[in-house]
């Protein structure tokens, strides 16, 4: 399975056990963060300090040892090629390592267009980059990392590398910016990005470690020249990636695929006994089931704006990424999201008692605000997401909606089953009047019998049964895929829509039940529960998905 390569930030290259048989893998790390650039032209982040630390206590619950920091300043061509240099001479057999790099990217104009690679470079700007008067111990062009991989690391371990920044790419659907909150990781604009020229980059410092390495040449290689090579890039190539405070506003600010990155290895399952990646419940994460997890993941955090991607070599889907998993330290629960009601009255003083949520200080802070002089209610992606809200019952049928699908977000597992949303996608905005179709689609893993539940959570927080009825019997999935379980046109009110689907083993009997006394009605009150008791009973053979349908005028 192979998508297009971004190599630009969070970098993590984890080896798997593919060394001889009985030797216990030991796990290192080299973790690399950019946040201050020291520069007229290269905004600063916030992110990548804290992803750091919060890779680095990943790695270190999975008792590594050898781990080697390097922040802002301390990062360098040197000090990069050198560090991956010094772990190629430590490492051994059934190693893993995880190189990790966070922060911003980049693109230059090629210095040797291919057709294999394009017209431009993707790079790494480093603290103090200029593009008019540049060194080349400030910029990291994709090729060398993978140069530098392939010259020193041992082939006998598994690399994967994990990118938490993006080169170029726009936003699909327009933001609202009376309430947004996420800042790209992308130095300079894709337009301005076509001025920049590399200086020409040294060579290698070292010597080989690999023999094979040097059939590359030595100075710069491709992805496809690392035989053992795993790869999760943070956005498709038209897309930016995204970091924003995690999990709610005052959290702190964290890249959005390293957020769902540590959450996916962190985080129990519905087993509670594995972390939630391990999406068939069979004690391991693999290969296909953390790209399949990362991917939900990434696009219900940032409102369906970024995808994450996955490359990994033939015969290598079921392949484990650890010899041992971290320690489950994320808590399931959820914090209380924050919201600003604006305009409001004396009579809306606080959040009603057990609301799931809390009043915000200032919208600065807020999750969500409501506009009562318009009814709108904004959430912090840059959308609104309810119209016609005009009272408190209202606004708090919006929020018990929304507190079910931030829980359910965690739970999100598609690697039998997706839905999918026709014509645009669940990244453009549904005008009034335009068509939709929902479809559910086989992916990955598909095998054996499953029966189908799908309802809808409107944008004001009413609950819609859509599948199964009337007609449709037990909603037994038959072979022929994919499933079509709604036709239909965009109507007033506006908002988000959340499709919510659920393939499982058995009939859920006390699911349906639940869902046809709420049907009709603005509670989500107990479906949380039971959806993930159903999931627990389906032992790792149960899909949840989520489709997200914006629309408006």
Same mark, same amino acid.
């Given at each position: 399975m192979?998508? /297009?390569?971004?190599?630009?930030?969070?970098?993590c290259v984890?080896?798997a056990g593919?060394?001889?048989p009985?030797?216990?893998?030991?796990t290192?790390a080299?973790?690399i963060?950019?946040?201050?650039?020291? *520069?007229q032209?290269?905004p600063?982040?916030?992110g /990548?300090a804290?992803?750091?630390?919060?890779m680095?206590?990943?790695?270190? &619950?999975?008792?590594?040892?050898d781990?080697?920091?390097?922040?802002?300043?301390?990062v %360098?061509?040197s000090s990069?090629?050198?560090?991956?240099?010094?772990?190629?001479?430590? @490492?051994v057999?059934?190693? +893993?390592v995880?190189?990790y790099?966070?922060?911003?990217g980049?693109?230059?104009?090629?210095?040797?267009?291919?057709?294999a690679?394009?017209?431009?470079d993707? #790079?790494v700007?480093?603290?103090g #980059?200029d593009?008019?008067?540049?060194d080349p111990?400030?910029?990291?062009v994709?090729?060398?990392?993978?140069? +530098?991989?392939?010259?020193?690391?041992?082939?006998?371990?598994a690399i994967?590398?994990?990118v938490?920044?993006?080169?170029?790419?726009?936003m699909?659907?327009?933001i609202d !910016?009376?309430a947004y909150?996420?800042?790209p990781?992308i130095? #300079?604009?894709p337009?301005? &990005?076509?001025?920049?020229?590399?200086?020409?980059? /040294?060579g290698?410092?070292?010597?080989?470690?690999r023999?094979?390495a040097?059939?590359?040449?030595?100075? *710069?290689?491709?992805?496809d020249d690392l035989p053992?090579?795993v790869y999760?890039g @943070?956005?498709r190539?038209?897309?930016?990636?995204?970091? !924003?405070?995690?999990?709610?506003?005052?959290?702190p600010?964290?890249?959005?695929l390293t957020y769902?990155?540590?959450q996916a290895l %962190?985080?129990?399952g519905?087993?509670?006994l *594995?972390?939630v990646?391990?999406?068939?419940?069979d004690?391991?994460?693999?290969?296909?089931e953390i790209?399949?997890?990362?991917?939900?993941?990434?696009r219900?955090?940032?409102?369906q704006?970024?995808?994450?991607?996955?490359?990994f070599p033939?015969?290598?889907?079921?392949?484990p990424?650890?010899?041992?998993l971290?320690?489950?330290?994320?808590p399931?629960?959820?914090?209380?999201?924050?919201?600003?009601?604006?305009?409001?009255?004396?009579? =809306?003083l606080?959040?009603?008692?057990?609301?799931p949520w809390?009043?915000?200080t200032s919208s600065?802070?807020a999750?969500?605000?409501w506009?009562t002089?318009?009814?709108e209610v904004?959430?912090?992606?840059g959308?609104?997401?309810? !119209?016609?809200?005009a009272?408190?019952?209202?606004?708090a049928?919006?929020m018990?909606? +929304?507190?079910? =699908?931030?829980a359910?977000?965690p739970?999100?597992?598609?690697l039998?089953m997706r839905?999918?949303?026709?014509?645009l996608g669940?990244?453009?905005?549904?005008?009034?009047g335009?068509?939709?179709?929902?479809?559910m689609?086989?992916a990955?893993?598909?095998?054996?019998q499953? #029966?189908a539940t799908?309802?809808?959570l409107?944008?004001d927080g009413?609950?819609?049964?859509?599948y199964?009825?009337?007609?449709d019997g037990?909603g037994?999935?038959?072979a022929?895929? /994919?499933?079509s379980?709604?036709?239909?046109?965009?109507v007033p009110?506006?908002?988000?829509d959340?499709?919510v @689907?659920?393939?499982?083993?058995?009939?859920?009997?006390?699911?349906r039940?639940?869902?046809r006394?709420?049907?009709?009605?603005?509670t !989500?009150?107990?479906?949380?529960?039971?959806?993930? *008791?159903e999931?627990?009973?389906?032992?790792?053979?149960?899909?949840?998905?989520?489709?997200?349908i914006?629309t408006?005028?």
């Open positions: 192979a998508t /297009p390569v971004r190599l630009i930030l969070t970098l984890l080896f593919v060394g001889a009985g030797v216990r893998a030991e290192r080299i973790l963060g950019v946040a201050q650039y020291q *520069s032209v290269i600063d982040l916030v /990548p804290n992803d750091v630390t919060a680095e206590a990943l790695v270190r &619950s999975m008792a590594a040892r781990v080697v920091t390097l922040r802002d300043g301390a %360098s061509r990069v090629e050198t560090a991956i240099h010094d772990m190629g001479t430590r @490492a057999a059934g190693d +893993w995880l190189v790099f966070s922060g911003h980049a693109q230059a104009l090629a210095q040797n267009p291919t057709e690679d394009g017209a431009f993707q #790079f700007p480093l603290s #980059f593009p008019v008067r540049q111990e400030t910029f990291i994709d090729k060398d990392f993978y140069a +530098w991989m392939k010259r020193y690391l041992p082939q006998d371990v994967l590398m994990v938490d920044s993006c080169h170029s790419g726009t699909h659907r327009a !910016t009376r909150a996420f800042t990781r130095a #300079f604009r337009v301005d &990005s076509r001025a920049i020229e590399l200086v020409a980059r /040294p290698p410092k070292f010597g080989a470690l023999g094979d040097l059939q590359t040449g030595g100075t *710069s290689a491709r992805r053992n090579l999760i @943070a956005s190539d038209d897309q930016l990636a995204l970091e !924003t405070e995690l999990p709610q506003e005052g959290a600010q964290r890249g959005v769902a990155l540590e %962190s985080m129990p519905t087993n509670e *594995s972390p990646a391990d999406l068939d419940g004690g391991m994460v693999s290969v296909i790209g399949s997890y990362l991917n939900s993941q990434v219900m955090l940032t409102a704006r970024q995808e994450s991607t996955l490359f033939t015969g290598w889907a079921e392949r990424l650890f010899s041992a971290p320690t489950l330290r994320l399931y629960d959820l914090p209380l999201q924050n919201v600003v009601i604006a305009g409001q009255n004396d009579a =809306v606080a959040a009603p008692i057990n609301a809390q009043l915000a600065n802070n999750d969500f605000i506009l002089g318009s009814e904004l959430r912090r992606s959308d609104v997401v309810a !119209t016609g809200i009272s408190l019952d209202a606004f049928g919006v018990e909606k +929304w507190h079910s =699908v931030l359910l977000r739970l999100v597992s598609e039998a839905l999918s949303l026709n014509p669940s990244d453009e905005l549904y005008g009034e335009a068509p939709i179709s929902i479809a689609e086989r990955g893993r598909s095998g054996g499953r #029966f799908v309802f809808n409107a944008s009413t609950v819609q049964l859509i199964p009825l009337g007609a037990d037994r999935l038959g022929e895929m /994919p499933h379980l709604l036709d239909t046109v965009v009110p506006f908002g988000v959340h499709i @689907a659920l393939a499982t083993p058995e009939v859920p009997e006390a699911l039940a639940a869902l006394n709420a049907d009709g009605l603005r !989500t009150g107990g479906l949380v529960g039971l959806i993930r *008791s999931l627990k009973r389906g032992r790792g053979k149960a899909s949840l998905s989520i489709a997200e914006y408006g005028n």
